[in-house]
Every structure is written in C-alpha cells, then in structure tokens.
C-alpha cells in the first residue's frame, strides 16, 4: 500500500487542524491506519491508529483528547484532527498502515508501511 499525507501548515497555538492521507495499491479496509510525528532532534513518536472499520482506537499520551483519528474506507483516506494545538505539537507527521493489529506494539515499533511526512508548525 502506499501513503501519502497531506494539509500540514503553520498554524497558531490553540488553533486546529485535519490532515489527510490517501492510500492506494491495496485494499484499504484490509490495513490498520495510524499516525506518527518526529520533532526536529527528537525521536519518533506514536500519535494514533485505528482498526479496520473504524472501532478501535488508542492515542500517545501527549495528544490523548485533542487529537481523533478517523478513516473513511469508501474514500481510501485516514484523517487525523487536530485541536487545541500547542508549539509542542510541531513536528513532521507520517501516515503508517499495518495489516495486523498489534495494539501498543506500534509505539515501540511502528508500523509496516509509511507514507511521506507533512510537517505541522504551531506558534506560539
């Protein structure tokens, strides 16, 4: 399958916004989906991922309740919300997909597929 992400910008703190992420070259429903960012100088971190159709899901500590992870399989697309927008939220955001659910795994070991980052600036 492949990714790719898209709507980073530069936004003020406090503010929101949604990326996307298009998928093709497989069978979309058949992938769990996730997101991940990486700050300059810091390591990978686990953002969110959501199951199949859409009824499980689990966030990183540090977006826990401001950000919700969505997917629409009609569309081939997983979108991640982003609310309440803080400076430390900036950072190069990936799009992941697995084809197994391996739950908290995916924050020590990421995923199978990546796409290409979009990067998310917040202001202060």
């Known amino acids: 399958v492949q990714l790719q992400a898209s709507g980073g910008g530069l936004v003020q703190a406090g503010g929101s916004l949604r990326l996307s992420c298009s998928a093709s070259?497989?069978?979309?429903?058949?992938?769990?989906v996730g997101w991940f960012r990486q700050a300059p100088g810091k390591e990978r971190e686990f953002v969110g991922a959501?199951?199949?159709?859409?009824?499980?899901?689990f966030y990183g500590d540090s977006v826990k309740g401001r950000f919700t992870v969505s997917r629409d399989n009609a569309k081939n697309t997983v979108y991640l919300q982003m609310n309440s927008l803080k400076p430390e939220d900036t950072a190069v955001y990936y799009c992941?997909?697995?084809?197994?659910?391996?739950?908290?795994?995916?924050?020590?070991?990421?995923?199978?597929?990546w796409g290409k980052g979009t990067l998310v600036t917040v202001s202060s």
């Open positions: 070259g497989a069978t979309f429903s058949n992938y769990v």
């Open positions: 992941a997909a697995d084809r197994n659910w391996r739950g908290t795994d995916y924050v020590r070991d990421g995923m199978e597929h």
């Open positions: 959501m199951g199949w159709r859409g009824s499980s899901a």
